[in-house]
């Protein structure tokens, strides 16, 4: 047993909709057991239940909180972080594709995943949805790369069989059969679950899709990650290649593709009927703020989607994405919000990064909060991280001031310490 005393933060409902969904207690108690969390409220009132040989490890001045979750990113992406384009078709041609081609060796598929899971973990994101390429041994060596730090990560191999380089094609069977072996081998191995990954409908042929929604009807308990109305000439694109269908987003639901657990990246330019089969389907949004203005892709409509009940999740969506850190991507959202007039508070930007996104995933009672049982992955916030940080933070007034100087200012150097699963990582 551990236990671990510092300011504490965790969610257990959205906080728009809930005020007592935020739990804060300036003096907290966070207490470990096998990995699980055995209770998490005020130090003083939890103290007298801990055990006399536990020692509490004393970080003042610091928050608990739930490890950030990012629920859309790609690792073959690392090295292309900040690589200009005039937008994301040039970017994917340009940049995308040739660092994707390097995964044709594990070697170097290794090397990059344990980079990434570290940078991850600096920025105290503990779990994420992962795009792996079309190579199945990009996969092995990300699962076995998350194993070895027991920590509970999403991924799955990219499906695409047309409108992409030959070197980065598969086969509309072969893909699916190279993903149902890495169902067998990874899926809720450990920690690890698996997404089939149709990378987005203009890259699979419709075979290719019909067989992908038949592989997600045949293992529901999978997720499903994909794209969708990122950017405007994509999306005239994917309706030229499929006219038959109502919408972007409605190609997918055609295909089975929209369910619990499947994860549409950026969801900018969708419409009401659209945001309408997200909720009904507990499909989720990823979104993807640094990346969508980066690529000058678009505003996502905060607005609308809430007030829609469309599951919401933020995602840095890397190397479209400009940063790893969480708190640089809520610094993001909160913006893109203002642009389309909503106001996004910093408990719901923290909410987002972390109960939302395992709402999103069907992963509540797993991750994402401090309820008894479960998995401890957490991190602590140094709010005086940098000498602004110190500055401002010595002077605000409220949590929802200190939060907010955290996501506007914060970044990887905001992390203190990463726990998974218990363990300090
Ligand atoms: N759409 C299809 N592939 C990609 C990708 O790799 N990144 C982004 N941002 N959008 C995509
Ligand atoms: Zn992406």
Redesign the pocket.
Known sequence: MQAYRASLLHFTDDPLRNPDGTHWHEDGLLIVNDGHVQAAGDYQQLKSTLPDHVVVEHFPGKIITPGFIDTHI?YP?TDIIASPAPG?LPW?EQY?FPAERQFENPLHAQEVANFFLDELLRCGTTTAMV?CTVHPASVDAFFEASAARNLRMVAGKVLMDRNCPEFLRDTAEGGIRDSETLIKKWHKHGRQLYAITP??AP?SSPAQMQLAGELARAYPDTFIQT?VA?NRD?CAWARSLFPEARSYLDIYDRYGLMRERAMF?HCIWLNDEDRARMAATRSAVAL?PT?NLF?GSGLFNFQRAEAQNVPLSLAT?VG?GTSFSMLQTMNAAYKVARMGGTYLPATKMFYLATLGGARSMQLEGYIGNFVTGAEADFILLDPQATPLLKRRTASCNSLEELLFALALLGDDRSIAATYAAGVCV
Request: charged share 20%.
């Open positions: 790609h992406q994301l994917l995308t795009y990378r987005f890259t794209h990122e994509e990246a993807c990346s690529l969506d479209g």
